[in-house]
């Protein structure tokens, strides 16, 4: 498998060299040259099949030769060595549950991937390797857990200051070692701008082997496909489902719209967004018109130029049209949010995190307007990561997961700087790296 870069200005690469440059040289993003078709033999089987084998036989065409067989089934084990079950909340309407993993969100399985390959591919590396990764609140505690002790690569994490929940950004920045956290005077635009900022300096570049983990990255965002075939396996109705998930940079959705490329059967795709709807307006109007991004309660989702939605576009050549076919987009209000928190918590006893809210909105919105549809909502994170959203709503505190007790006792240790590419090169090149 090659990967060529959407800005067409680089060579074509394999998927190792994909991983570890994380962006192409002329600052595109990377996209396989052609997406492997599943037999039906595969298509046709899915509850019958183990996770460990579909997920392998997803992943590996996508990474060739460059990762020997064995060992990719081993980084796959243990990618997905945790439930991820879909349960039925109402009647037509289901949640995949995403949050089983480490950090308690949807991120840990191309967080857990990613660092494995990147693992066995340092071990080839003269020197070490630093992974750049920008967040919006999940990611940041998913690489942090997913890299922590990787030998030979160091992370650097950039978070907006005030702009995560107080859990995500214990996660993110307790965890010390070769885990590195900076807290920037911005916005998570502002911290995905230095990023962008600090891959196309050569004079950085020349200096340290970066890489990015965000789902830029090909080995971030392709292992998402596992959701969506995961979700079918389990799947008991006799229509296709129709799938809404809450969408902030679009690595998600469009994973699952690569899944679907492949040939899983799949009614429609959602876009859930918060306030910031970049895409929902794409949509109406067809313009696509990048905004600051907005501070909302689903804050994972404030991204107001979403990486991967150039992906979307070449799935679909580029045509609108098409593109609405298969996707459609909608927009939940923080007061709306908070009421579906608060509604499906008492009639279906069932609890949301803000953005599985803003997911279920959608997908209500939709069903409505195509009665006798059914569909999967993917809820990305446990409601204890927003505790701070949740717990006024409900009137009463969220059960805190065993596996979260000991982080919310650590103290945050992270570098204050201002959203200035200045002050980020130089803690990049005089900063102890272990």
Same mark, same amino acid.
């Given at each position: 498998m090659q990967y060529y870069s959407l800005q067409h200005k680089a060579p074509k690469v394999d998927f190792r060299s994909a991983t570890i440059q994380g962006q192409a040289p002329d600052g595109g993003l990377y996209f396989p040259e052609s997406i492997p078709q599943l037999p039906a033999t595969i298509l046709n089987n899915l509850a019958g099949l183990s996770r460990e084998a579909l997920a392998y036989e997803v992943i590996r065409p996508f990474v060739g030769d460059t990762i020997p067989q064995d060992e990719l089934r081993r980084i796959v084990a243990e990618t997905i060595d945790f439930p991820i079950p879909l349960k039925q909340v109402y009647d037509g309407v289901y949640s995949l549950e995403l949050f089983h993993g480490p950090t308690l969100a949807f991120k840990d399985i191309g967080a857990r991937f990613m660092s494995r390959c990147l693992g066995y591919f340092a071990r080839d590396e003269k020197q070490p390797i630093t992974v750049l990764v920008a967040t919006s609140g999940d990611t940041g505690g998913a690489v942090a857990s997913g890299f922590h002790k990787v030998e030979g690569v160091r992370v650097v994490i950039l978070y907006p200051s005030g702009k995560v929940s107080s859990v995500q950004e214990k996660q993110l920045t307790t965890f010390g070692d070769n885990i590195h956290a900076l807290e920037v005077d911005g916005n998570f635009d502002d911290c995905q701008q230095l990023v962008k900022r600090a891959f196309k300096d050569t004079e950085l570049t020349s200096q340290l082997f970066l890489t990015s983990a965000n789902s830029i990255n090909v080995a971030r965002w392709l292992p998402q496909q596992f959701y969506y075939f995961f979700a079918l396996q389990q799947w008991k109705e006799k229509q296709p489902p129709v799938f809404s998930v809450p969408s902030g940079n679009f690595g998600n959705i469009c994973a699952g719209m690569m899944a679907w490329k492949a040939g899983l059967p799949v009614a429609h795709f959602i876009a859930a967004c918060n306030a910031n709807d970049v895409v929902p307006r794409f949509l109406e109007t067809g313009d696509y018109e990048p905004r600051k991004?907005?501070? #909302?309660?689903?804050?994972? =989702?404030?991204v107001g130029d979403p990486s991967n939605f150039v992906r979307i576009l070449e799935l679909f050549g580029k045509e609108r049209e098409q593109l609405k076919t298969m996707l459609s987009s909608y927009r939940t209000s923080d007061q709306r949010t908070r009421e579906l928190?608060?509604? =499906?918590?008492?009639q279906h006893a069932y609890l949301p995190d803000p953005h599985g809210a803003v997911g279920f909105d959608a997908l209500a919105d939709w069903i409505q307007q195509h009665p006798g549809q059914k569909g999967i909502v993917l809820e990305t994170a446990h409601p204890i990561k927003f505790l701070d959203v949740v717990e006024p709503v409900i009137g009463q505190p969220v059960p805190v997961p065993a596996s979260i007790e000991e982080t919310l006792t650590k103290t945050k240790n992270a #570098?204050?700087?201002?959203a200035d590419y200045s002050k980020l090169k130089d803690y990049l090149v005089n900063s102890n790296p272990f």
């Open positions: 991004a907005i501070p #909302t309660i689903s804050n994972a =989702m404030d928190i608060r509604s =499906m918590y008492q #570098t204050q700087i201002e």
